[in-house]
């Protein structure tokens, strides 16, 4: 059944840096949003997606609000830990455990590259635990066999960054042009500081409720997927230190769109705006071919036709994406869903892709994991 | 003050002990994949019957870019060349690259292997680690 899980309420704490406010209160705000929208304040569950906030982290949020006694489990999948949360929440109301679940995500991130325990203590000391050089050699391969060219992954940011002025929950809400993000500090080679999104903070929360509870028109989550790597690219999220030819090889975030349109009962043509991690530039590009919206070869083309832009076929990004939002891990997933859900409801403000029904969200990352979940309405 | 000695950063993944630079890979003998660093699983297919192999360092260039800014537990020189080359062995390995101006470098040219230093440790020994450089 792919019809019978609603989502009845979203909320979220805006992304950014909050020298102030600890994770838990990043973690309330969201709730209490998703909780206030949702109405009935009971849930029989709670699943809460985080990397970095430490043991318990998700109780410490329901104790401050004295929603405890339900089960509450803390999920880490990296850069998809909200989706692997959504996905464990949506199976259990699917198989009749239980009638509603809160889902949410929070995060408190280092500046900076990103210190990671995934790696080995000698890969950090020959300096190959560089992430943004992984990131860097991907971007590469992609102007080597999809012909994007440098210009256009400066392109990316400047879309998603005229997108995320429009965004009041973004980090970044100014636009910027391809000469400023060219003329931003080179990290790695293609990649410039300003194609790099911003490790940072927030939360995010959904309340997921089975159909016969729900509002007659509340979002349908469809399918919210998670599928790991299959062994053998070098250069795949999974960083391993070797791999084999990978051309037959699919890459986790096309295993977990195929299983989401499948699901779902839709394909890419069916969608009206897509959310998709855009780590870096490059990223966005690669998605657009593993989600299937377009071949191999074909995403510089959609890009510079403005395909994916606001007022586009097909927006990509309309939040402003990780280049405006930055990246919470923990949260980053379920706030995906809650622009989703804005769009499909109508209230996303300058933002809004007018009759928009279909939505997908994706992520990858570490792990390596990648998810993806498609909403209707 | 005793000569520094020379540290590998890490055990089992390469030597030079017959001259050439090698990498210390393996090979399953069920499916045949080969892999790098060693390990006694196969991540292709699980097999435990897995054969050591010395990997020759020489390959071509798959893939490079620079790194400006020390990643973090990284006390080495910067910048440095990060990259993939791929084997004559048909594996392709993460490595450093000895490649000064990136600009100059072309998809597929011949690369070998090369022995450099990261950083002296606190016995004073100089921790090295395989690296690749064009072959010239
Ligand atoms: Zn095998």
Redesign the interface.
């Known amino acids: 059944m792919s019809t019978d899980v609603r989502v009845a309420g979203v909320g979220i704490h805006p992304f950014g840096r909050f020298p102030d406010l600890t994770v838990t209160e990043l973690g309330i705000a969201a709730v209490r949003a998703a909780l206030d929208e949702a109405g009935d304040p009971r849930f029989d569950a709670a699943f809460c997606g985080t990397a970095y906030a430490g043991v318990a982290a998700g109780h410490k949020v329901l104790s401050a609000i004295g929603r405890t006694g339900i089960p509450i489990v803390d999920v880490e999948a990296g850069c998809a830990s909200g989706a692997a949360a959504l996905m464990l929440a949506a199976g259990a109301i699917r198989a009749g455990q239980y009638d509603t679940v809160l889902v949410f995500g929070i995060e408190k991130m280092p500046k900076g590259i990103i210190r990671s325990t995934f790696f080995e203590p000698w890969r950090e000391a020959a300096g190959l635990a560089a992430t943004p050089a992984y990131f860097a050699l991907r971007a590469q391969r992609l102007q080597r066999e999809a012909n994007v060219t440098k210009e256009q992954l400066a392109q990316v940011v400047v879309k998603n960054r005229r997108h995320g002025v429009h965004n009041p929950d973004a980090m970044f809400r100014r636009e910027t042009t391809v000469e400023e993000v060219l003329g931003s500090r080179l990290v790695c080679e293609p990649l410039h500081l300003f194609m790099l999104c911003s490790p940072n903070e927030g939360a995010a929360a959904v309340v997921l409720r089975r159909a016969a509870d729900a509002a007659s028109d509340a979002v349908r989550l469809d399918a919210a997927v998670l599928r790991s790597h299959l062994p053998g690219s070098v250069l795949g999220e999974a960083t391993p230190m070797s791999g084999v030819e990978d051309d037959d090889i699919p890459p986790p975030s096309t295993l977990a769109a195929r299983d989401a349109y499948a699901a779902a009962g839709v394909g890419p043509t069916d969608l009206d705006v897509v959310e998709c991690q855009d780590t870096d530039a490059a990223r966005e590009l690669l998605s657009y071919e593993e989600l299937g919206l377009c071949e191999r070869g074909e995403q510089g083309r959609l890009l510079e036709e403005g395909t994916t832009a606001l007022g586009g076929r097909l927006p990509v990004n309309p939040s402003g994406g990780l280049l405006s939002k930055g990246e919470p891990l923990g949260a980053s997933a379920l706030g995906q869903v809650v622009e989703l859900t804005r769009q499909l409801r109508g209230t996303a403000d300058a933002r809004q892709i007018e009759g928009a029904r279909v939505g997908l969200a994706h992520t990858v990352g570490r792990g390596a994991n990648a998810s993806v979940t498609i909403v209707s309405r | 003050m005793s000569t520094p000695r020379r540290v590998p950063?890490?055990s089992g993944?390469f030597d030079d002990d017959a001259g050439d630079v090698v990498l210390l890979?393996a090979r399953c003998r069920t499916c045949g994949?080969?892999?790098?660093?060693r390990s006694a699983t196969c991540?292709?297919c699980s097999s435990v019957d897995v054969e050591p192999v010395r990997l020759a360092g020489v390959g071509t260039l798959w893939?490079?870019?620079?790194?400006?800014?020390?990643?973090?537990?990284?006390?080495?020189p910067v910048p440095?060349g990060?990259?993939?080359v791929e084997l004559s062995a048909?594996?392709?390995?993460?490595?450093?690259l000895e490649i000064g101006d990136?600009a100059a470098l072309q998809?597929g040219q011949p690369m070998q292997a090369a022995i450099v230093a990261?950083?002296t440790d606190h016995d004073g020994d100089t921790?090295v680690?395989y690296s690749f450089a064009p072959t010239p």
């Open positions: 950063v890490r993944l890979g994949r080969p892999q790098f660093p991540p292709y893939g490079w870019t620079t790194v400006h800014t020390a990643p973090p537990g990284y006390d080495g440095f990060f990259g993939v048909g594996l392709r390995v993460i490595t450093r990136g998809f990261l950083h921790v680690t």
